[in-house]
């Protein structure tokens, strides 16, 4: 069972940047794809990146590509999320999840969920 804890979200301007954390407990981390998935007010939870078991694969949602950087430290039981040139189309609560399954930008691949941090940004 793998426990996870999302931090690092805010309210911000637009085009600043923020990263958020994802700290993992109580499993083998390093043996799940780590994704970040986000949910606005009123639509469903999308996809927004994703991150293989080494580190050495990464898969963005077009909507964020070149601006968001996944990443994790295994040693630190984390994943990341490193957002830059925030948009306010943006804001929702960002979900940290860890999973086996494919495909990987499904909700439907993912066992564990944090509880979510909200990230505003303003115009």
């Known amino acids: 069972q793998v426990q996870l804890v999302e931090s690092g979200g805010g309210l911000v301007q637009a085009g600043d940047s923020l990263r958020l954390s994802c700290a993992a407990s109580?499993?083998?981390?390093?043996?799940?794809?780590g994704g970040w998935f986000r949910q606005a007010p009123g639509k469903e939870r999308e996809f927004v990146a994703a991150?293989?078991?080494?580190?050495?694969?990464?898969y963005y949602a077009d909507s964020v590509k070149g601006r968001f950087t996944i990443s994790r430290d295994n040693a630190r039981n984390t994943v990341y999320l490193q957002m830059n040139n925030l948009k306010p189309d943006d804001t929702a609560v960002y979900y940290c999840?860890?999973?086996?399954?494919?495909?990987?930008?499904?909700?439907?691949?993912?066992?564990?969920w944090g509880q979510g941090t909200q990230v505003t940004v303003s115009s």
């Open positions: 991150i293989n078991r080494i580190g050495g694969n990464t």
């Open positions: 999840a860890a999973g086996y399954r494919a495909p990987y930008y499904s909700t439907t691949a993912y066992d564990y």
């Open positions: 109580g499993g083998t981390f390093s043996r799940h794809t």
